[in-house]
């Protein structure tokens, strides 16, 4: 026996919700003669309000804890916290008035810091800012991101010169004999649409090998970018064609039960759900055992909310170590509640047990989760033991859940128990249960751990 896991559904059908059409009607608390304001007008309202993201009582707000309607975006965004788990534990401010490089909102639209992980760029999916509104927004934080001034050239918000696309550099394999880069080559993602797909790779390897790190890089617009194995009962006709691309979705968007039947047999073995570039290493002596021969499915999610298509691309590099060198042989973790009900108009919490079994310690030592939409708030405990009732993973953000990097491990005795708290607020009339949809909802808990 070992923890209760269930094969997952749940990443490759990660979904963003799509903004609503609601409009922002509330007037203007400023001066229409200030630079703020004019920011408002040009940009807040058109490119954040007005497609009902950041407004009051969507979703994506109650998300970001950012609502930027003329009647509250000042007091949002000048001197407040960012929510974002990673960008708060690194102090940022959304606007720090007099430093746009050291502001949260000015790295959201201009680009993120290499080697940060502070959620995808914005505008979402959609139209991408201009030269000039870049320009502004830097000039009104520079100049200590005043509320009533009107220092910044209002010239500026004319100018139409779109950001041209940041060029995309394919990440390099590694070098001979240190390990094997897997990829999906560069794929369409048709306008007003998400494209999530699947292809099936040889790794390369003609022996067993040990991977201690996984680096990963995507195109801009990934949501998600995840490597699996099957479980060993998977059913051979169930077992993907190689080197075929599945789309999960046909171009009306419905579902292909086809391509998504696999899917019930999936193992994590890594990957992200933050885009951009992402390096995880195992601790010194911990890999994880690929056999010879390996196969990994690849799955890619792109969300495209413009109006024009854009291109996906997708790498993965598998670093290896000597088997000499192991100590420990990391187990994924993949641990999924596929059985809640969640009801109309009403907040609720989800407890799941996943006990240890095992008659031997477990050393969790990674840790992220899987939601969708309608998560506010997701907690893994210790059941039992000397850390009963230890949080040892937290977030508020069902789209960039973030990563836990548990050093030294968590360890989990025989008798004790992983507990998953996922709280949902269901602000639709209808019953929401598991589900592939972002409008459905999942409750997984992914990681690693080891004897």
Not at 85 to 94: F, S
Not at 256 to 274: L, S
Not at 328 to 352: D, Y
Request: net charge negative.
């Amino acid at each position: 026996m070992k923890f209760v896991t269930l094969a997952c559904l749940s990443v490759a059908a990660f979904t963003l919700f799509s903004c609503s059409s609601q409009e922002e009607t509330t007037s203007p608390n400023t001066n229409p003669n200030t630079s703020f304001a004019r920011l408002q007008q040009k940009v807040l309202t058109p490119s954040c309000a007005t497609a009902g993201c950041h407004v009051a009582g969507s979703q994506f707000a109650a998300e970001s804890g950012l609502i930027l309607t003329s009647d509250v975006a000042y007091e949002q965004l000048v001197g407040v916290a960012a929510k974002l788990p990673n960008a708060k534990t690194d102090g940022l401010l959304r606007v720090k008035a007099g430093f746009p490089d050291l502001s949260f909102l000015y790295m959201k639209i201009h680009g993120i810091p290499d080697g940060k992980d502070y959620g995808a760029k914005m505008p979402l999916g959609g139209t991408r800012l201009t030269v000039g509104q870049m320009e502004f927004i830097k000039q009104w934080i520079a100049l200590g991101a005043l509320k009533t001034g009107d220092d910044v050239d209002p010239k500026l918000l004319d100018d139409t010169t779109e950001v041209p696309l940041e060029a995309f550099t394919p990440l390099l394999p590694p070098a001979p004999g240190t390990g094997y880069q897997l990829s999906m080559e560069p794929f369409e993602v048709a306008a007003k649409f998400e494209r999530e797909l699947f292809v099936y790779r040889e790794v390369g390897n003609t022996e067993p090998i040990y991977v201690n790190r996984i680096q990963t890089k995507m195109r801009t617009g990934s949501h998600h970018f995840v490597l699996y194995t099957f479980e060993k009962t998977t059913p051979a006709g169930l077992y993907p064609e190689p080197d075929v691309v599945r789309d999960i979705r046909f171009p009306n968007g419905t579902l292909d039960y086809d391509n998504i039947a696999p899917m019930q047999y999936h193992v994590y073995t890594g990957g992200t759900q933050m885009g951009g570039d992402v390096d995880y290493r195992f601790p010194p002596g911990v890999a994880f055992e690929l056999p010879a021969n390996a196969m990994l499915d690849l799955n890619a999610h792109y969300v495209n909310r413009s109006n024009a298509k854009f291109t996906g691309e997708c790498y993965a590099n598998l670093y290896t170590m000597p088997a000499s060198e192991v100590q420990h042989v990391a187990q994924p973790l993949n641990l999924g509640n596929f059985e809640f009900v969640l009801p109309p108009q009403k907040r609720t919490t989800i407890t799941t047990v996943f006990p240890n079994t095992e008659n031997k310690p477990m050393k969790v030592i990674m840790l992220t989760s899987h939601t969708h939409q309608w998560m506010e708030r997701f907690v893994v405990r210790v059941k039992g033991g000397p850390r009963n009732g230890e949080i040892i993973f937290e977030t508020t953000d069902w789209a960039h859940p973030g990563v836990k990097y548990l050093d030294p491990p968590v360890t989990i005795n025989p008798g004790e128990a992983v507990v998953s708290e996922a709280t949902y607020n269901n602000t639709t009339n209808r019953t929401i249960e598991f589900g592939l949809q972002s409008t459905d909802e999942m409750d997984i808990i992914f990681g690693y751990y080891y004897y």
